[in-house]
């Protein structure tokens, strides 16, 4: 490996003539560009791809995610957003982000989804394929239930709080403000025409 010096590289770089080889772990540290898509490319330090658009950061220019300045200048570490190149990021940060957005994967200043994942790709940003991180995450599948008792003072279902119809009596209304609350149509004492019901916090 030309990064470590250790026996057993196995990643060559692609350019003819050019013989480089080095480890996936070392890549990021050499600043070699494995690319995971199409023919699964990689390329030493010196014949990367870099990005064609013709932009340089302003002076203390942040990166859009960690808010740490950026370099002066495109590089291996300072990437920019190709669509609305306005948008500068650390290569490692957005690296972060494509494994956490997945299919999501989009710039977070534009949102351009075709010509940002694109070229990330290019300059060898791996993106997963799953559903972002936050919506698999079980600390914010409570955002995603529906409010399902009945918070009136005193219930009056036989069946319970947790009782609800799809019409009727026992038809559970929720909250129309908050929707945190809900309430027995027969427990609010509303007519099977009222539609909307409104909590007290509300």
């Not at 080889?21 to 600043?31: H, K, M, R, V, Y």
């Not at 990330?120 to 529906?146: F, N």
Request: with cysteine; glycine share 6%; charged share 20%.
């Amino acid at each position: 490996c030309f990064v470590c010096g250790v026996m057993g590289a196995t990643i060559t770089c692609q350019k003819k003539e050019c013989d480089r080889s080095f480890q996936l772990p070392c890549a990021s540290e050499g600043e070699c560009v494995t690319q995971f898509f199409g023919l699964y490319r990689s390329f030493c330090w010196e014949h990367h791809p870099e990005q064609a658009v013709q932009v340089t950061p302003e002076q203390n220019r942040t990166c859009i995610i960690c808010l740490d300045l950026v370099e002066g200048r495109k590089s291996y570490h300072t990437m920019v957003c190709p669509a609305c190149q306005h948008a500068w990021f650390h290569q490692s940060c957005i690296q972060k982000q494509a494994i956490h957005a997945g299919v999501c994967f989009r710039c977070l200043h534009c949102q351009n989804k075709d010509l940002f994942v694109m070229e990330t790709l290019t300059m060898g940003i791996r993106i997963s394929k799953r559903q972002p991180s936050w919506e698999s995450d079980q600390a914010c599948g409570l955002v995603y239930q529906r409010h399902s008792c009945c918070n009136a003072r005193r219930c009056l279902c036989p069946g319970g709080r947790e009782q609800a119809e799809e019409e009727g009596s026992w038809q559970l209304l929720l909250c129309s403000s908050c929707t945190a609350k809900g309430i027995h149509r027969c427990c609010s004492y509303l007519r099977n025409s009222t539609t909307t019901w409104e909590c007290v916090c509300c």
